[in-house]
């Protein structure tokens, strides 16, 4: 396990490495969105702390395990969609406007990095605020779908629930069974939220368009991710490939720590503002 750096001593080091580097590829998840209200997945070891997400293939075969998924996502939406944007998001736009960095690919689903000014960015996992018909294609917003939720399940409306990552909400000895999951409203096809369920393929374009900015990066700078995902390891791994140098800015161990350059086990709401404000940067 590594030892927590002090504020300080992060700040510092990080600053110093981002001034010697003109273009550089940023990756973030989870654990940049944590200060939001945002829970995350794993501990600082790695390991879940909860049990793994609903698969593609389960939410898609199974329509008791459906019908749970949308009235945990029906209750726990508003507080995910009411989260905002906290330092480390800002942070980062600032430092895009400096011209430092090439992109961003967030893991997150939440939108965070948009809202607080950041403008090259790849959502790596799609977004939660999109719904998407498996069936016919049709995209509408997830706030449309909220609607008709609590317009087709008025006794499920008002509960509450301890947060869950995603959107997600912890609801327990309930009976899924009299929960009505939306439909298609042009083809009656299933709604999925426009995001990648574990045991689902990232679209290529998404991956190409990260891969291409990479090389076009003369460094690395991991986030807030352990990376234990390989949909996101691969970008440190293809970053090491390339002789890139590699820095970790999150809480606890990750996957490509043998990679890095620099591994600051900080605080990034913490550490990313005030690296910036060495440089001189502002983090409006």
Excluded at 93 to 108: D, M, Y
Excluded at 132 to 159: F, I, K
Aim: with cysteine.
């Amino acid at each position: 396990m590594h030892a927590l750096a002090s504020p300080v001593d992060a700040a510092a080091r990080l600053a110093d490495w981002l001034a010697r580097h003109r273009r550089v590829f940023v990756l973030t998840g989870a654990g940049c969105s944590t200060a939001s209200g945002i829970p995350d997945y794993r501990d600082e070891a790695g390991a879940w702390k909860r049990k793994p997400p609903v698969t593609y293939q389960t939410f898609l075969a199974d329509p008791l395990l459906r019908a749970r998924y949308w009235a945990r996502s029906f209750v726990g939406w508003p507080g995910f969609a009411a989260a905002q944007p906290n330092a480390a998001h800002r942070a980062l736009a600032a430092l895009e406007r400096t011209g430092t960095v090439s992109l961003v690919i967030t893991q997150n689903v939440d939108g965070l990095h948009q809202r607080a000014g950041s403008v090259r960015v790849v959502d790596l996992h799609g977004r939660l605020d999109e719904v998407v018909c498996l069936d016919c294609g049709m995209r509408l917003p997830r706030e449309t779908v909220q609607s008709r939720l609590a317009e087709e399940n008025p006794d499920w409306h008002g509960l509450h629930a301890r947060r869950a990552p995603d959107g997600d909400a912890d609801l327990d000895g309930l009976d899924f069974a009299r929960f009505r999951a939306p439909d298609c409203a042009r083809c009656g096809g299933l709604l999925k939220p426009d995001v990648v369920f574990f045991g689902e393929n990232v679209p290529r374009l998404r991956v190409s368009t990260a891969q291409s900015a990479l090389q076009e990066s003369d460094a690395m700078l991991v986030v807030g991710s352990s990376l234990m995902v390989y949909s996101g390891f691969r970008f440190a791994a293809a970053a090491h490939a390339l002789g890139l140098p590699l820095a970790i800015l999150t809480r606890g161990v990750t996957r490509a720590d043998a990679h890095a350059s620099l591994k600051l086990d900080a605080d990034c709401e913490t550490a990313l503002p005030e690296a910036l404000e060495r440089l001189g940067v502002a983090a409006a």
